[in-house]
Every structure is written in structure tokens, then in C-alpha cells.
């Protein structure tokens, strides 16, 4: 599924770095843990979380994790936008839950890590 | 080559930047992603530790041709039982800690996953310095 895809699903807004419109995002992982995301191979998967802070975007540079999707109305400061755009890496941001995104995804077709 | 960083203790703004910086040398170096990822779990994996369980340190990072080998080395409290820290899931994270999304007790099984070879120095009330190697072949 299509980044943009993602987006309109959730009611998302798009922030960070731009959207490749290319990127095919096939499974997601939902933590606010983030030595939990650094034990997965994070291929074609969408980070689903409420953790908001430069950690996160830390952990997705790490883990070569391209679009994160940020529930619970979190709002990305500049420093953790800046890092983004740095690292290539697009955040979705949704005012849901994140049982609800999940099950959104899930519904959709995107599949569990494990 | 030779890379060295500082580690301030309780910067959770600024954690992650060696291991970023690092990141990138081995990006330009033209090492192949598999080894790049395996690299880079395992020291930002140690320099969080250093940032959450001790009071800050260095990190030494020397790449050849063959391998890379990181040394993260802390003053802090130590670690008194390192069988039990080797665990999945075993934990001392204070709340604040847990608030920047760590504490799963999941840094140093990552470490051992993703290095070739992993030695612990710790004294109690002085500090931990934990070497890890990945070879590159
Ligand atoms: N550098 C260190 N100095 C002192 N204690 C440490 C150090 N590194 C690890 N520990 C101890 O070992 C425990 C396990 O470490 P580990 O990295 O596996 O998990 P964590 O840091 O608690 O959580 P996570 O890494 O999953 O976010 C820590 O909770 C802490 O008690
Ligand atoms: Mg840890």
C-alpha cells in the first residue's frame, strides 16, 4: 500500500520527508518501545506508535524504517521534523488511537510483522 | 580509522548522534547494508545505555577492511549481575527513562544478536565499558 494510501485511511497529515510515491509499505509493528523495533528486520513496514520524541526518529534511522505513523494526536516538534527530512523518513500523524490505526491497517491488508 | 564521541548523561535530545554519525561514515564507505544495520542496533543500542543507566562516557569506533570494533565505556554504577542484564525483557529503567521509550529490556540481547563478538567490563560504582566487534567478511 501506497504512502498516501496510509494517510487517507487514517485522516492523516503528511510531515517530514517527501513522499515516495513509490515506497509499497506491506507490514506494520505498533511499540512504544523502541529496542522492541530494533530487534525486526523493518523492511516495507510502517512503525505505528505514540512515542513522540527525537528517540523515535533515533530508532527509525537505526532501523532503516521509512514511515512512521504517529497516533494519539502527537505533534512532531521542528528538531524531530528536521530529522526526518535528514533521514528520509515520513511520519503520518492521526488524531486516532493506536488500537485504532492498527485496526485500520489491518483491515486494510497491511500485514503483522509477527 | 579511528571515531570518537562523547556520551552526556541523560541527553535524550542529542542520544543517537554517534551512532548516526557513524551511520554515515559506513554509508560512504560503501558497507553493505546488512552489516551497516548490524553495526549501527548495537552501538546505539550501548550508547543508550550509557545515557540511561550511567552518567554519560566515550565511544571509540575503529573500522579496517575486515571489521569494525566499538568500544562504549561509562562512568556509572556498574552492572552487578550481567546474566541477569543478558536477559530479554530484564529491566532497571527508572520512569523517565521508560518515557523516552526505552526500558524493554531488549539493549543488550540486541547487542549479542547483531556482534560477532561482545565483552562487558563492569565494576560496581565505577562504570561498564562494553566492546563489541562485527566483521565485515
Ligand atoms: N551501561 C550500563 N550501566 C549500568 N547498568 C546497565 C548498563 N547497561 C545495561 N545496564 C543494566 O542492564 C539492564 C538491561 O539492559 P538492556 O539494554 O538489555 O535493557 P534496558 O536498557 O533496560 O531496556 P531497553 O534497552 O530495551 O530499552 C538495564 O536495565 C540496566 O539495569
Ligand atoms: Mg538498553
Redesign the pocket.
Same mark, same amino acid.
Given at each position: 500500500m501506497k504512502i498516501r494510501e496510509i494517510a487517507q485511511l487514517v485522516d492523516g497529515v503528511l510531515v517530514g520527508a517527501p513522499v515516495d510515491e513509490f515506497y509499497e509499505v506491506e507490514k506494520a509493528f505498533a511499540s512504544d518501545?523502541?529496542?522492541?523495533v530494533l530487534r525486526f528486520n523493518m523492511d516495507q513496514t510502517v512503525l505505528i506508535t505514540g512515542l513522540c520524541n527525537n528517540q523515535t526518529m533515533r530508532t527509525c534511522e537505526m532501523a532503516d524504517i521509512r514511515v512512521i505513523l504517529m497516533g494519539r494526536d502527537k505533534q512532531p516538534d521542528q528538531d524531530m521534523i528536521d530529522l526526518a527530512v535528514e533521514n528520509d523518513i515520513v511520519i503520518i500523524k492521526s488524531r486516532y488511537s493506536i488500537f485504532k490505526l492498527s485496526g485500520i491497517l489491518y483491515g486494510a491488508g497491511i500485514q503483522p510483522l509477527y | 580509522m579511528h571515531y570518537t564521541f562523547k556520551i552526556e548523561r541523560g541527553n535524550f535530545t542529542d542520544a543517537g548522534q554517534a551512532s548516526s554519525s557513524v551511520k554515515r561514515t559506513l554509508k560512504q564507505l560503501g558497507v553493505d547494508p546488512v552489516n551497516i544495520k548490524r553495526t549501527v542496533v548495537a552501538l546505539f543500542?550501548?550508547e543508550?545505555? @550509557?545515557v @540511561?543507566? @550511567?552518567y554519560g562516557g566515550t565511544i571509540d569506533v575503529d573500522i579496517d577492511g575486515e571489521k569494525i570494533v566499538m568500544v562504549v565505556a561509562?562512568e556509572?554504577?556498574?552492572?552487578p549481575n550481567i546474566d541477569l @542484564? /543478558?536477559q530479554e525483557g530484564?529491566?532497571?529503567?527508572s520512569p523517565q527513562?521508560r518515557e523516552m521509550?526505552?526500558?524493554?529490556? /531488549?539493549?543488550?540481547?540486541?547487542?549479542k544478536k547483531n556482534t560477532d563478538d561482545l565483552k562487558i567490563d563492569?565494576k560496581i560504582g565505577v562504570?561498564?565499558t562494553?566492546t563489541m566487534t562485527v566483521y565485515l567478511t
Open positions: 518501545l523502541m529496542s522492541d | 543500542e550501548a543508550i545505555n @550509557a @540511561a543507566h @550511567a561509562d556509572g554504577p556498574g552492572i @542484564a /543478558m530484564w529491566s532497571t529503567a527513562v521509550g526505552y526500558g524493554a529490556g /531488549m539493549g543488550l540481547p540486541n547487542i563492569t562504570g561498564t562494553v
